[in-house]
């Protein structure tokens, strides 16, 4: 079926990233499925082929095209491929978390985080869910407690996808806990942070090369350098950003069927 919503740059980038899929993933896929987990190289891989952050502005090491048509193309093809687990791994981080880095990041947090997104040395992920809450998102329990130029974060997330692999997590977290939409803010959490720990890859009934996480936070102190958007705007940019992610995932479902 010839589907007009593609031009030939898209073509190109479709027959690119099929041979990509063919060389790099589809021999080693069946180890990672029993791993559990992709292993970190296969980011920096993608990034070096520049199929990671194509909507990046080329200052920043992107693709330069604001065109969410590429990024329907590398889920479809995942899924033709039948790696429906490695969908996850791309979709979170170009699909997901990319739009907040773009949309709510100060010209400070770009320089310092999107070349390593595009380059797939920083591996992205984000945690809303916690182990007592799920879709009530105003009910996280997370918090954030103002501490000078810090914030000090405690609490725990899970299901969280890239969450083993991860270096930048976009964290939901209840800085006024008198407020139930307007006391969340999201902030960074980098790997390395004292205090940031992940528990268990969690095993599922499906999509096993995604690794799925527990992340724990005990008195993390994050700068508020690190707060993307502003404190107390979380929920809202939450909402904002949310039905891309659900649009990625119709078009995951539809290429699969």
Not at 29 to 42: A, D, M, Q
Not at 78 to 83: D, E, R, V
Not at 230 to 254: K, M
Request: glycine share 14%; charged share 20%.
């Amino acid at each position: 079926m010839n589907r007009t919503i593609f031009d030939e740059e898209h073509d190109l980038f479709r027959e690119g990233f099929r041979q990509f899929i063919a060389k790099e993933i589809t021999p080693l896929f069946p180890l990672w499925e029993r791993n559990g987990i992709v292993p970190r190289t296969l980011f920096e891989q993608a990034g070096a082929s520049g199929f990671l952050g194509t909507q990046v502005p080329e200052e920043f090491g992107g693709g330069g095209t604001d065109d969410f048509r590429f990024n329907a193309i590398i889920t479809e093809e995942l899924m033709y491929a039948g790696h429906a687990g490695m969908v996850l791994c791309f979709s979170t981080h170009n699909d997901v978390c990319l739009p907040y880095f773009l949309g709510l990041g100060t010209e400070e947090q770009k320089a310092r985080w999107l070349p390593g997104i595009c380059s797939g040395g920083s591996v992205t992920a984000i945690a809303m869910t916690e182990p007592d809450t799920g879709s009530d998102l105003a009910s996280i329990r997370t918090s954030g407690v103002r501490d000078g130029d810090c914030f000090i974060v405690n609490g725990a997330k899970t299901f969280i996808s890239n969450g083993i692999n991860a270096d930048l997590v976009i964290t939901a977290v209840k800085t006024d806990p008198h407020q139930r939409h307007a006391g969340m803010t999201l902030m960074v959490l980098e790997r390395g942070m004292e205090g940031f720990g992940r528990g268990r890859n969690l095993e599922k009934v499906g999509l096993h090369c995604q690794d799925t996480a527990e992340l724990l936070f005990e008195n993390v102190r994050v700068p508020v350098s690190n707060v993307l958007g502003g404190v107390g705007d979380g929920f809202s940019n939450l909402v904002h950003n949310l039905p891309q992610e659900r649009l990625g995932i119709a078009i995951g479902g539809v290429a699969a069927a």
